[in-house]
């Protein structure tokens, strides 16, 4: 099979599976279709089997083609890898990618990546959001260098570095603040809020308003924190929320927090796979962002501002 491998059939592979589309995939490589057609052709040869099945529109992968594409995305990975440590330059460059949540992003990297990027000018980040589970797929599948999730994930192929411990908290409109803590029967007429199913957060206010004796049948879902945040300021429901993502918020009065049943606390952490070969820039980034989260917040303030 290696030998009829090579660089260009692969990222034709990854830029199908990527895009779920052979024309889509043609246009990103500057191909005409027909050169993604033979080049996928002579991959299912190699593999013995079909990798994507052609649908009306576009393609999905099959069970070999899932079972493929962490190979695929290691190959390239590991070519980055060669190329960068042949470079030997001194310093860190090349592209680092990251997936983490849009809401620890938002509320605790800022600072961070200025410091970062100041400090390594030759490194790109590509930052993804996505979900826990999302996160934790995408590391197993050798897609990013790197993710940041709320929860140590239960699996033996990643390593995980404690960062941030935080809270989640039932953020709530100001009408609320007056709320009584043993009577919560306020809360069957708010609907909850939430990024939808797959997020965590979503999952522990299920979890927390059932033991409250509340349903959580009147969902709403929206795709930021910022329309999260502003549609609860706005008096339309509830959310759990980290409480460091609606500190600003609950100081300046425009959201209240209000007790749940119990404390539900957030472990961040930093997660990589332990089997993924790490260039230089991807370790000068776990490095620093285990270094960052490490020293104590006024540290980091003052770093920012020198």
Same mark, same amino acid.
């Given at each position: ?11 034709? /592979? $990854? ?12 246009? !990103? ?6 050169? @993604?057609?033979?080049?996928? !052709?002579?991959?299912?040869?190699? /593999? ?48 680092? !990618? @990251? !997936? ?24 790109? $980040?590509?930052?993804?959001?996505? /979900? ?45 603040? %007056?709320?009584?803590?043993?009577? =919560?029967?306020?809360?069957? =007429? ?31 879902? /929206? ?38 049943? =119990? ?11 332990? %089997? =993924? ?5 991807? @370790? ?5 962002? $285990? ?6 917040? %006024? ?8």
């Amino acid at each position: 099979m290696i030998d009829k491998l090579d660089g260009r059939i692969v990222q034709t /592979f $990854i830029a199908v599976w990527e895009e779920r589309s052979i024309s889509r995939a043609a246009e !990103r490589l500057g191909y005409v279709q027909s050169t @993604v057609t033979i080049q996928l !052709r002579a991959l299912e040869e190699a /593999f013995g089997g079909k990798l994507f099945e052609r649908l009306p529109r576009g393609v999905e992968p099959t069970a070999a083609g899932i079972k493929a594409a962490p190979f695929f995305y290691r190959f390239v990975q590991l070519g980055e890898v060669m190329q960068e440590a042949m470079n030997n330059s001194g310093e860190p460059d090349g592209e680092v !990618r @990251v !997936r983490l949540l849009e809401s620890f992003c938002v509320t605790h990297m800022p600072s961070f990546f200025h410091q970062f990027l100041q400090d390594n000018p030759r490194i790109k $980040i590509r930052l993804e959001t996505g /979900f826990q589970q999302d996160i934790v797929q995408e590391l197993l599948r050798h897609r990013v260098d790197c993710g940041i999730v709320p929860a140590q994930p239960d699996d033996d192929q990643l390593s995980y570095y404690p960062l941030v411990m935080d809270e989640l908290v039932c953020a709530a409109p100001r009408r609320l603040a %007056d709320a009584s803590s043993t009577d =919560r029967t306020w809360l069957e =007429r708010e609907p909850v809020i939430s990024f939808g199913g797959r997020c965590l957060y979503h999952t522990v206010a299920a979890q927390a308003l059932a033991r409250l004796g509340v349903g959580t049948a009147n969902h709403l879902e /929206f795709a930021s924190l910022e329309m999260i945040k502003q549609m609860v300021a706005e008096g339309i429901g509830v959310a759990v929320l980290p409480v460091s993502a609606i500190r600003d918020e609950v100081e300046r009065g425009d959201l209240c927090v209000l007790p749940l049943d =119990r404390p539900y606390p957030l472990q961040h952490g930093l997660i990589v796979h332990r %089997d =993924r070969e790490l260039g230089a820039a991807a @370790v000068r980034f776990r490095d620093a962002v $285990i270094a960052w989260f490490g020293r104590p917040q %006024d540290a980091r303030d003052d770093k920012r501002t020198e």
